[in-house]
């Protein structure tokens, strides 16, 4: 289970998961030669940033941003993903290949927008020991989101105005069960039952009772919502970090037969200076990573093993 998130000039997600694969920060330059299944192969194109496994030389981005600043994450949608024969005239990609896809090509959701009206998602397992997951897409700019989400009649593409994804159910239904919540209010509560009864609010917070606090993803993304929706931007990473913390997985509260999903890492990228920030489950200082820092005119990839360690800093 996942959560991503748009706020301002950043875009970021939570990664849920039940083990680390050996993620890494992951760099492609514009000249790596971007080979694809069934479509054709990209030799120019925009360099993207992101988190991911590198398999075979080949990136499996779990999200990323390109140096126009647009940014797409990849979430599971199990059980809902329906996945197509190849079809003529289309652009036929397996979804481990739309995040290199959309930002080799794009510079804006706009562009990733009418790109998406010519993919068709088809099913091909990157190996025999990596099959195709389910997921759905969460595409994004600093003044805009997308959600994707693959279905029996195509990529259904649907405008994203509160800039926030996670997984089941499909994204019409996640708005349809956010309406139920429309009465939360950052403001104190206000008393509608009747005008006869005085109650003493005896804490703040309380226009929001009954925003959902469990870790199931309908749940979630309400709580996102809201948060997203009444937080103050502060212009710095600080405030979608917060954002993502405030539906992060503890250790131990999601048990997956024998192990335990957990937020295995947070990012947030800066779309407009292309600077990706993580932490990890295990450190909670924030780590940088520039994509303009880099040689963009190379063909190989470019990996930084992510930093796992607690940092404390001491006063004395």
Sequence with gaps: MCTAISFGKYAGRNLDIEKGYGES?????RAYTLAFRRA???TDHYAFIGIGTVSRGYPLYYDAANEHGLYVAALNYVGNAKYLPKAEKKINLPPYEVIP???STCKCVDDAKERLENINLIDI????????????????DTKKS????????GLSVYDNQVGVLTNNPPFPMQMHNLSKYAGLSKEPIINRLSRDLQFNQYSKGMGALGLPGDLSSESRFVRAAFHRLNCQNSGTPCDIFHLLGSVEMPDGSVKLGDLYE???????????TSTYYYRTYKSL?????????????GRMLISYPLIDETRVYRLN
Excluded at 25 to 29: E, G, L
Excluded at 146 to 153: G, I, Q
């Design 125 to 140: 397992p990157f190996s025999s020991d990596l099959p195709v997951a389910d997921l759905h897409f969460f595409i994004a």
């Design 285 to 297: 200082s924030l780590t940088a990573a520039s994509l303009l820092a880099e040689d963009l005119s």
């Design 25 to 29: 920060v992951i760099i492609t330059p």
């Design 262 to 272: 957990r937020t295995e890492y947070s990012s947030a990228v800066n779309l407009e």
């Design 40 to 42: 054709e192969n990209i």
């Design 101 to 103: 896809y959309i930002l």
């Design 146 to 153: 997308l959600t994707a989400e693959p279905d029996r009649d």
